[in-house]
């Protein structure tokens, strides 16, 4: 029997089904603390049960779901958004996450620990990148979130997302070149980054 897919047992948790909600949750609880992570160490457990309390509230409050998975990722978005925008409150302009990165923003981002090196160091230059590109890459890459769901998450035009995603790569590879690191390890991140699809942008 095959299980349940995400937008029935969404629907049925709304409908108050705890085991539902449950099931949801264990489903993409780990990704949701990936998202975190990547941008902020270890230290997330309150943003994740944030975006999922945030999530149970806007379905009571009647919000529509075309994707739960959209869905779901656009609250995370939305709460480390805010959790950026509380840490630099201070500043005279509120900062734009199309143009500023976590480096920026000196939010005293974190490297989570990581298995290997060139993992850290990749972790590292995607932090480098403007915070909605790191978004767009992590998810497209890393978690198989396509354009369409992008566009919906960050609330943008496809063509967008996918200038986003080609813009990035650039950006990457021209922040690996700045590391200091082993040339072992740039290597193996350089070759992870030849391994990613192209995603050309649309033509005007």
Same mark, same amino acid.
Not at 17 to 24: E, I, R, S
Not at 34 to 51: I, M, P, Y
Not at 112 to 129: D, F, K, M, W
């Given at each position: ?62 919000? $529509? ?37 976590? /480096? ?43 354009? $369409? ?9 496809? $063509? ?38 192209? /995603? ?5």
């Amino acid at each position: 029997m095959n299980a349940p897919g995400d937008d029935a047992l969404y629907r049925a948790w709304m409908e108050g089904d705890h085991d539902a909600a449950t099931t949801l949750i264990e489903r993409y609880y780990d990704a949701i603390v990936r998202f975190f992570r990547t941008k902020l160490g270890d230290d997330v457990d309150d943003l994740v049960q944030r975006t999922f309390l945030g999530v149970a509230e806007s379905g009571v409050r009647g919000v $529509g779901v075309a994707s739960f998975r959209a869905f779901l990722y656009g609250v995370a978005r939305n709460v480390f958004l805010e959790h950026l925008r509380a840490a630099t409150r201070d500043r005279q302009r509120a900062p734009d996450f199309a143009v500023s990165s976590l /480096v920026d923003l000196r939010t005293g981002i974190a490297t989570r620990a990581a298995r290997h090196e060139s993992e850290r160091l990749l972790t590292q230059c995607l932090q480098h990148l403007p915070v909605e590109l790191q978004i767009a890459v992590e998810l497209y890459y890393w978690e198989d979130v396509g354009i $369409g769901e992008l566009a919906e998450i960050q609330g943008v035009p496809a $063509g967008t997302i996918k200038s986003r995603l080609h813009r990035a790569r650039h950006l990457l590879r021209e922040a690996l070149g700045r590391m200091e690191a082993a040339p072992a390890d740039k290597a193996a991140v350089g070759a992870a980054l030849d391994a990613w699809p192209e /995603v050309a942008p649309d033509q005007s």
